[in-house]
Nanobody, 121 residues
């Protein structure tokens, strides 16, 4: 089993910044990629940003230039630095990890519990 522990959400004014963290622990042989998704009320969950074990990143068009994803592979931790936040960024943010629990096992996805980000004045 793998546990994901998220932190860093909260209430921030438009134009402000927040940094989310997600630490993975447990039965981890290797990680393929780590990502952040978000889900706003009444909307589908969407990919915000993703980073592979090799450091390749991709972002949703709506956050390009404002959000930065990074990872500390030694700590199995992924971060999301969010700057210039807008009210439309308000959502529950979920950490996602694509990993192998053991050698010769297929890759599986794990999800964090979610952390609320609210952008409001």
């Amino acid at each position: 089993q793998v546990q994901l522990v998220e932190s860093g959400g909260g209430l921030v004014q438009p134009g402000g910044s927040l940094r989310l963290s997600c630490a993975a622990s447990g039965s981890i042989f290797s990680i393929n990629a780590m990502a952040w998704y978000r889900q706003a009320p009444g909307k589908q969950r969407e990919l915000v940003a993703r980073i592979t074990s090799g450091g390749i990143t991709n972002y949703a068009d709506s956050v390009k230039g404002r959000f930065t994803i990074s990872a500390d592979n030694a700590k199995n931790t992924v971060y999301l630095q969010m700057n210039s936040l807008k009210p439309e960024d308000t959502a529950v943010y979920y950490c996602n990890v694509d990993l192998h629990e053991y050698a010769d096992y297929d890759a599986v996805w794990y999800w964090g519990q979610g952390t609320q980000v609210t952008v409001s004045s």
